[in-house]
T-cell receptor, first 111, second 113 residues
Framework: EPEVTQTPSHQVTQMGQEVILRCVPI?????FYWYRQILGQKVEFLVS????????KSEIFDDQFSVERPDGSNFTLKIRSTKLEDSAMYFC?????????FGPGTRLTVT | GDSVTQMEGPVTLSEEAFLTINCTYT??????LFWYVQYPGEGLQLLLK?????DKGSNKGFEATYRKETTSFHLEKGSVQVSDSAVYFC????????????FGAGTRLFVKA
């Protein structure tokens, strides 16, 4: 069964550094998403992406965040200058019709 | 805006007990409703879904019925197992616009042997 994959599974970075989280959505899906889950809290929507542009973003998704689909398979989330409060699990998802399929997540730890 | 409210946890049950986790939603139109399960240290797994009123989603002994009149989607299981210990998230997708998923806060379930 096709699945969404994410790399790395765990990333540790120092405050102020840039990180890129990578996702490979399911191949025939056209809609892509990033969500964030701070430890022990709810899963929050960050951004949706369709046709090579952002279709919706939350207030969390400020200027330090960006997304890109650099080639036909990857979908990336970049955090330019990480803060301690960016420590969280980041989930990628992709969608064909209505249901979203979630990846296993990348745990980001900012020290 | 759209929102999902689910009962606070943790919920602690003995093995073979009956489980109910309440979930209500606020949304315009007719959203699709979902339950996700997250085992310790893992990602989100879709447990079940319902896309229209009166639909019943079911999987692995879990069930939930889409009740439009009460805007609810309560999760039930007749006999829980220790392996069901996890966090359960109720969620909705409004079927217009960007189709983002809106999650409830999650309910942690502990099942004792």
């Amino acid at each position: 069964e096709p699945e969404v994959t994410q790399t790395p599974s765990h990333q540790v970075t120092q405050m102020g550094q840039e990180v890129i989280l990578r996702c490979v959505p399911i191949s025939n899906h056209l809609y892509f998403y990033w969500y964030r889950q701070i430890l022990g809290q709810k899963v929050e929507f960050l951004v949706s992406f369709y046709n090579n542009e952002i279709s919706e973003k939350s207030e969390i998704f400020d200027d330090q965040f960006s997304v890109e689909r650099p080639d036909g398979s990857n979908f990336t989330l970049k955090i330019r200058s990480t803060k301690l409060e960016d420590s969280a699990m980041y989930f990628c998802a992709s969608r064909e019709v209505s249901e979203q399929y979630f990846g296993p997540g990348t745990r980001l730890t900012v020290t | 805006g759209d929102s999902v409210t689910q009962m606070e946890g943790p919920v602690t049950l003995s093995e073979e007990a009956f489980l109910t986790i309440n979930c209500t939603y606020t949304a315009t139109g007719y959203p699709s409703l979902f339950w996700y399960v997250q085992y310790p240290g893992e990602g989100l797994q879709l447990l079940l879904k319902a896309t229209k009123a009166d639909d019943k989603g079911s999987n692995k002994g879990f069930e939930a019925t889409y009740r439009k009149e009460t805007t609810s989607f309560h999760l039930e299981k007749g006999s829980v197992q220790v392996s069901d210990s996890a966090v359960y998230f109720c969620a909705l997708i409004r079927n217009t616009g960007g189709f983002k998923t809106i999650f409830g806060a999650g309910t942690r379930l502990f099942v004792k042997a």
